[in-house]
């Protein structure tokens, strides 16, 4: 497991992998990993007289880790560290799940830490990439990476429920948010300058419109109070 070293104390990456994979068993994320190249594979017949290269690009950040590397000489922890972590002055190192024992990290997934710096990367957003008065993000990036993708489902319609990473939901409000496999949550409504955090230890996987019903039941309460 790598760290991303933050606030006013930068610290070195430590923790070994196997203390971090008992709260994300590696055999879920193998599985996971296994079913997400399925889908690809498939994906890119079905497109094969289409833009492939196109939708690699968006539908493969786990193959991209690689191509990162090379072209910037550093893992990805330790870029995120300098270029983000470190700019939003987050209060604790942040941890990010390998692939496997002395591996890379999982592009796609798992990254650990609290409810203030997630936050964080919430207010960020909120402030278009601008933190404390310097652009740690680029205000087109951002933009781009809420706003939908124009990914096909299984029966090939266009969704607009998924940006880079963001999923996004126009419901008392235009939010986007991440969510994890354990029920947490960083969701963000612009327009009302609400940031969510919710770390969760358990998620429903009932879901309406392709959301979780717990984000509708999260946004009714917070709405009700602001």
Known sequence: HHRCAGGTRPRAFARDFEAVERKSPETY????????VKAIVREHIRL????????????TPTFGKRQFKKATGT??????????????????PAEWSLDGKGGMEKAYCCIYSNARDFARIGKLYLSKGSWNGSQIVSEEYVNSSVSPTGIKDGTGDCKDC???????LNYKGSWFYARGINGQYLMVCPEK???VVRPGHKRRFTEKDRHPLEVYTFIDGVTEVF
């Open 29 to 36: 994320q193998e599985t996971m990993l296994v079913e997400r």
């Open 162 to 168: 998924y940006g880079y990473g963001w999923w996004l």
């Open 193 to 195: 300058k609400l940031i």
């Open 48 to 59: 094969a007289q289409g833009d492939i290269e196109k939708q690699i690009c968006k539908a």
């Open 75 to 92: 893992s990805l922890s330790d870029y995120t560290s300098e270029k983000l972590w470190k700019p939003l002055q987050a209060d604790m």
